[in-house]
């Protein structure tokens, strides 16, 4: 019997899936593409936090959760300030949905680099 635990950490190992589930339940329900992939990249950027930390922490035994939070919040940080000059009056929720995406792109190249870096690794590895 699979349980809620082991259908989460599916998910938090391959985010993809969450990606593209989320993406195919949109694309049916709203029968828009693009609306589809924003909800589905908004989903699985949460994923992304936990799977890049947990992949970074398989490849070197060093944990980064922390400093991914760090991150955010000196990106949201940024964001703000740019915001409010070129603004001067910050809209909350447009504000958000940027940080929230750019931190879904950030996010999925260092996913995609250590992804990438693991499978060289095993690779030499498995040669020598």
């Not at 924003?38 to 944990?63: C, E, P, Q, R, W």
Request: a positive charge; proline letters at 2%; glycine letters at 4%.
């Amino acid at each position: 019997m699979i349980t809620v635990v082991n259908v989460l950490s599916i998910f938090v190992i391959y985010p993809v899936v969450v990606f593209l589930l989320v993406f195919i339940i949109c694309k049916f329900v709203l029968h828009k593409r693009k609306k589809s992939i924003g909800i589905a990249s908004d989903v699985s950027t949460f994923f992304l936090y936990f799977s890049t930390a947990n992949l970074f922490s398989f490849l070197f035994s060093k944990g980064i959760g922390w400093y991914l939070i760090i991150f955010s919040i000196i990106l949201a940080t940024i964001m703000t300030c740019l915001d409010w000059r070129s603004k001067k009056e910050i809209e909350i929720i447009p504000l958000l949905r940027k940080i929230w995406r750019i931190l879904f792109l950030l996010l999925c190249c260092f996913y995609a680099f250590l992804w990438l870096f693991g499978v060289i690794q095993y690779v030499l590895t498995y040669i020598s």
